[in-house]
């Protein structure tokens, strides 16, 4: 099984990649842009031709597509270039609730690009992932450190995922997809939490309390565009601060643990693991977990996950009009082959 991963320098790649490593499983990357080095191919999602060429020779491809105005159309020539290659199976790291009918920008695009995938003629996995517990190490990184974290929901419950977790799971699915053809698994963490509650957290293990903000939507849109973010991207950015105004939430999803075969790792390990990036001290001993800096290496072993806080608002009227009563949002049993 000849495995590559794109978007291999973000966040998720890169986790992939390392748990990819910890497991002895060998996997090509894909670069948008430089030069290829050994083990890693160069094609950008806008260059059909340079694509199909990177997939040559490839069995299964992880789909990691970037935030940007046409990361749907991204995904039609990459689906186009992988069944030209003769790839035998993807895997899209897609968003719990993306859904072409969505009310909020990038969730609309998440689901227009599962479509894509579905219809695309290759067999195909996707993975839901909740939101990363690694945005307080990214984008909100310099708000930890300042001592208060913006949100325009603060009390709304989310189930944080460590992209670790994430990475894992993709794992499993691409070192055997064909139990996984055709099937959408939703990843989510070990627990329901609040920023109020995950600020508890990351303030704890760093010895400084934070203040937690609330903010309004288009304050969280003003601040994209300060920070020089393009309109249009920062348009679908802030669409998930409107979502999260509005009360989007999402519960645990217990199959989460059996794809990844292993405890999973909840908010106080990953706050503790990641100490050093808001200037606290590594964790020395939290359940045999290491101290790891800002990589995404994945250390082998992580404490058992004890629920710490539950908070999960009731969401607004927009958000309960658009959400079905049960059951998924995306049914994937409608695209069975
Ligand atoms: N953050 C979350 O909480 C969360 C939750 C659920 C799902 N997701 C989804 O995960 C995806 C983003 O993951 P991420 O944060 O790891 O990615 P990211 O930081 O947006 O990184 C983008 C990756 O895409 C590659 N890339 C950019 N432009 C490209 C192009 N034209 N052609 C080929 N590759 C290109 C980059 O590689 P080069 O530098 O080599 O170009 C980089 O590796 C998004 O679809 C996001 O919605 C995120």
Same mark, same amino acid.
């Given at each position: 099984? !000849?495995?590559?991963?794109?978007?291999?320098?973000?966040?998720?790649? !890169?986790?992939?990649? %390392?748990?990819?490593?910890?497991?002895?499983?060998?996997?090509?990357?894909?670069?948008?842009?430089?030069?290829?080095?050994?083990?890693?191919?160069?094609?950008?999602? $806008?260059?059909?031709?340079?694509?199909?060429? %990177?997939?040559?020779?490839?069995?299964?491809?992880? @789909?990691?597509?970037?935030?940007?105005?046409?990361?749907? /159309?991204?995904?039609?020539?990459?689906?186009?270039?992988? #069944?030209?290659?003769?790839?035998?199976? @993807?895997?899209?790291?897609?968003?719990?609730?993306?859904?072409?009918?969505?009310?909020?920008?990038?969730? #609309?695009?998440?689901?227009?690009?599962?479509?894509?995938?579905?219809?695309?003629?290759?067999?195909?996995?996707?993975?839901?992932?909740?939101?990363?517990?690694?945005?307080?190490?990214? !984008?909100? *990184?310099?708000?930890?450190?300042?001592?208060?974290?913006?949100?325009?929901?603060?009390?709304?419950?989310?189930?944080?995922?460590?992209?670790?977790?994430?990475?894992?799971?993709?794992?499993?699915?691409?070192?055997?997809?064909?139990?996984? *053809?055709?099937?959408?698994?939703?990843?989510?963490?070990?627990?329901?939490?609040?920023?109020?509650?995950?600020?508890?957290?990351?303030?704890?293990?760093?010895? /400084?309390?934070?203040?937690?903000?609330?903010?309004?939507?288009?304050?969280? @849109?003003?601040?994209?565009?300060?920070?020089?973010?393009?309109?249009?991207?920062? %348009?679908?950015?802030?669409?998930?601060?409107?979502?999260?105004?509005?009360?989007?939430?999402?519960?645990?999803?217990?199959?989460? /643990? $059996?794809?990844?075969?292993?405890?999973?790792?909840?908010?106080?390990?990953?706050?503790?693991?990641?100490?050093?990036?808001?200037?606290?001290?590594?964790? &020395?001993?939290?359940?045999?977990?290491?101290? &790891?800096?800002?990589?995404?290496?994945?250390?082998?072993?992580?404490?058992?996950?004890?629920?710490?806080?539950?908070?999960?608002? /009731?969401?607004?009227?927009?958000?309960?009009?658009?959400?079905?009563?049960?059951?998924?949002?995306?049914?994937?049993?409608?695209?069975?082959?």
């Amino acid at each position: 099984m !000849r495995i590559l991963v794109t978007g291999a320098s973000g966040p998720l790649g !890169r986790a992939v990649v %390392a748990e990819f490593d910890a497991l002895g499983v060998e996997a090509l990357t894909l670069r948008g842009r430089g030069d290829p080095a050994p083990g890693t191919r160069v094609a950008s999602f $806008r260059d059909p031709d340079a694509l199909a060429r %990177a997939f040559d020779g490839v069995d299964a491809v992880l @789909l990691v597509f970037p935030i940007e105005p046409d990361m749907a /159309r991204m995904a039609v020539d990459a689906v186009d270039a992988a #069944r030209r290659a003769g790839v035998r199976h @993807l895997v899209r790291i897609g968003a719990i609730h993306g859904d072409a009918h969505a009310p909020y920008a990038l969730l #609309r695009e998440h689901g227009r690009i599962d479509r894509i995938v579905v219809e695309g003629g290759v067999p195909w996995t996707l993975l839901h992932t909740a939101g990363l517990m690694q945005r307080w190490t990214t !984008r909100l *990184a310099a708000q930890v450190r300042a001592g208060t974290v913006a949100s325009t929901e603060p009390d709304a419950g989310r189930p944080w995922v460590d992209v670790r977790d994430v990475a894992a799971a993709a794992a499993t699915v691409l070192a055997d997809p064909s139990p996984h *053809a055709g099937r959408v698994h939703r990843i989510t963490g070990p627990e329901v939490l609040s920023v109020r509650a995950f600020a508890g957290i990351v303030g704890a293990a760093i010895g /400084r309390p934070l203040r937690v903000e609330r903010v309004t939507p288009e304050a969280a @849109l003003a601040a994209l565009l300060a920070q020089g973010v393009p309109p249009e991207r920062a %348009a679908l950015l802030a669409s998930l601060a409107r979502a999260s105004a509005d009360g989007l939430t999402a519960p645990v999803e217990p199959s989460t /643990r $059996r794809l990844i075969l292993r405890p999973q790792i909840d908010a106080r390990t990953f706050a503790r693991d990641y100490a050093p990036v808001w200037g606290g001290e590594a964790a &020395r001993s939290c359940g045999g977990a290491q101290s &790891r800096s800002n990589t995404m290496s994945l250390a082998p072993s992580h404490s058992t996950s004890t629920p710490i806080g539950r908070s999960c608002s /009731r969401p607004s009227t927009i958000v309960r009009k658009w959400l079905p009563a049960s059951g998924p949002i995306f049914d994937a049993n409608e695209h069975e082959p």
